[in-house]
């Protein structure tokens, strides 16, 4: 739902140049090719021991008796199931992206969000067949959106909208941009941002239908969820979990023929959910999951309180009886979610939440293509290009079975997963050979500072400073020192005051601890288990923040509750991407992302 800070699309664009070292690329052993015996879904049903003929980049029959001509490659599907490349329908794309999706079978991203400049240099590439080696993009391009709203804080300058009149002409100029669909962002996204008023919404989505374009609309209540659809929207992008949705929006979205795109993988990580182990050490996926991968996944927003996951199931069954369209999408890369490998989570989120197999297979196939025009792919039919993925075993009886990817073709061109995956085992063994963080000296006594000295020292490590949002453009302010009176009848403790100014997602303002030899320099605290200290003060929201080697600068978060009086508290490792401590860099008590005024005062600080 929200989309990355500069430093997370910082560190993503290095982490691009890793994956294109070698660039996984494209073969083909013949024009022609078939598989057969295979079982088959076509995108909407499901064919039994079918053979699918593919010559020159197409589908040429599908079906049981489809003669084979002379002389092409023969595939054995026995066992298996084939299946149409899949679409993943809410990504935001950079570079590198589009190489990692289809390496988990996703042969179209569906972008809702990009750089221009980005997009018309892919799209530049799909309209020569250049393509190759990757997925394909659909994009909007630049998203409409209000002065100071969602998408206007990541450092480039994009276009915005203030009132009704602009509408038409702010269109048009995404359209000569490039824009496939029009993409509007309706509803506060972090704490302090603008947004358009209705009447401007209404205005854009009807200067879209104008021309001939979707309007897809992101949410992130289910006040925004109804007006948008009163006002017009093709699509929501998001199911809320703010609330349950009532029969009566249900109805409304039914007889508007609205398409939703729930995106349960990012509502999951917004609630503060985390991807279980068992995804991420599944056979089928790890092999081709790097360090920056499951860094990725093992992360969430900071959790919200005020917002249920059974509301959005619940929401999504009703959806589902209405026979609303609900299509397959990630909102990679945002925390919790990787392009590619993120979808099959989400395949598998859908089935919990009430769809079939074979209706969460439809929508990551037949359905995203079918709306948003895409006319020559989300099936397996004669006379449409072959996109396809062979799995191992039955995904219409367990959509886990996915994962199990045999071979891929987009195109028919066959991808060669093989040398991903090599690249894929260099970033692991160069994990390994990292220099390991030695143990901060002093550790072992476990305390941390209690600022009995009357200054802001600590017993080991770079001691205490102030951490704001300021190095990524945010506004936010605060002091430390140290007062009189501490917990437990101490003598003294660190008084943290300051500001949250609003503008950022990731606005903050506090105070961190170094346990390195210099800030930011990683210590291995592994022999302890947990991070322990006292605290009190006020503030709208404050959260602990580990900041992890290999994590660079986007630290973890578990939220924390102050009261007035002093309380203990209690934060094992653990709990912070199942971290053991080993590679820390930072340790921070933080106000935010919630503007506002804030005061934090903390005593007896320690690891144990």
Known sequence: MRRPDKNMIISFLVLSCIFLLKDPGMSQNSSVFAVRDARVFDGERVLEKAVVVVKDGKILGVGAGIPIPEGASIIDGSGKTLLPGLIDSHTHIFPGSL??????????DIDMFMDVNYMKEVKKLQAEGKNTGRA?????????????????????????????????????????????????????????????????????????????????VHVTQYKNAREAVEAGADGLAHIFPDERAGEDFVRLAARRRVFIIPTLTVINSILGIAVDDSFLNDSGLSPFLGPADISGLRQTFPASGSMKYENAEETLRMLKVAKIPILA?????????????SLHRELELLVKAGLTPAEAL??????????????DRGRIAAGLR??????????LEDI??????????????????????????????????????????????????????????????????????????GKSKAEMKVVDEGANGSKRSLLVSGEVAPGLPYAWSGVAFFPGAMPFAPADLSSKKELVFWARGEAKSMN??????????????????????????????????????????????AAGPVPGVFTLQIDEVRIR
């Not at 190489?99 to 179209?108: A, D, N, P, W």
């Not at 509803?187 to 021309?211: F, M, N």
């Open 99 to 108: 190489e990692q999706s289809i390496v988990f079978g996703v042969t179209t």
């Open 136 to 216: 394909d993009l659909i994009s909007p391009g630049t998203l409409v959106t209000a002065p100071g709203g969602q998408g206007t804080q990541y450092g480039l300058p994009i276009p915005t909208i203030k009132t009704p009149a602009e509408a038409q002409a702010f269109v048009d100029a995404r359209i000569a941009e490039g824009s496939d669909f029009i993409k509007i962002i309706y509803g506060i996204v972090a704490p302090g941002q603008s947004v358009i008023d209705k009447d401007t919404l209404a205005a854009v989505i009807a200067a879209a239908h104008k021309r001939g374009k979707l309007a897809v």
């Open 362 to 375: 439809a929508a990551a196939t037949s359905l995203p293509a079918s709306i948003f025009g895409l006319k």
């Open 544 to 589: 602990v923040l580990l900041y992890l080697q290999d994590k660079g600068f986007m630290p973890v978060y578990v939220p924390l509750k102050l009261e007035k009086e002093w309380q203990e508290f209690v934060f094992p490792f653990a709990d912070f991407a199942k971290t053991d401590g080993h590679n820390i860099t930072g340790i921070s008590i």
């Open 386 to 395: 072959a996109d396809l993925i062979l799995v191992e075993g039955n995904p």
């Open 400 to 473: 886990k079975a996915t994962r199990r990817i045999v071979s891929i073709w987009k195109g028919g061109a066959l991808f060669d997963r093989t040398a991903y995956q090599k690249v894929i085992e260099k970033q692991k063994d160069d994990e390994k050979k990292r220099i390991k963080a030695a143990p901060a000296a002093g550790v072992e006594a476990g305390l941390i500072s209690d600022f009995e000295d009357g200054r802001p020292s600590s017993k080991f490590g770079a001691g205490w400073g102030v951490s704001t949002d300021s190095y990524a453009g």
């Open 329 to 341: 999408g990630t909102d990679a890369p945002n925390p919790g979610t990787v392009y590619g490998v």
